[in-house]
């Protein structure tokens, strides 16, 4: 059974850090990248971070320059780094395992269950 496990996520105060934490599903063929998206209100999954096999990533405009996103291939652990974070970044947030290097959640096949992160002013 393909299982994504996450944790991390919680409450920060506004210009602190946060880190997020993936674990699985595990490689099979069309599923080598690895990201994180959040669930906007009435709109959606967009995404936020994605990274392929060999470390290229690609960002939203929004967490650039804040968000760092990594992985250990050999665990298969994914990891969303949150620094200086903002009252709007304040979101559940859900890992992913997809397809492609994009930010477009049709191309996500495995989501993970999901983790609140809440950004005080």
């Known amino acids: 059974q393909v299982a994504v496990l996450q944790s991390g996520g919680g409450s920060v105060q506004a210009g602190g850090s946060l880190r997020l934490v993936c674990t699985g599903p595990?490689?099979?063929?069309?599923?080598?990248?690895r990201g994180w998206f959040r669930q906007v209100p009435g709109k959606g999954r967009e995404g936020v971070a994605v990274i392929g096999y060999g470390g290229s990533t690609i960002y939203s405009n929004s967490v650039k320059d804040r968000f760092t996103v990594s992985r250990d291939n050999a665990k298969d652990i994914t990891y969303l780094q949150m620094n200086n974070v903002k009252p709007e970044d304040t979101d559940m947030y859900y890992c992913?395992?997809?397809?492609?290097?994009?930010?477009?959640?049709?191309?996500?096949?495995?989501w993970g269950q999901g983790a609140q992160v809440t950004v005080s002013s």
């Open positions: 595990g490689y099979i063929h069309g599923n080598s990248y």
């Open positions: 992913a395992a997809g397809r492609a290097l994009s930010l477009n959640p049709d191309y996500v096949s495995t």
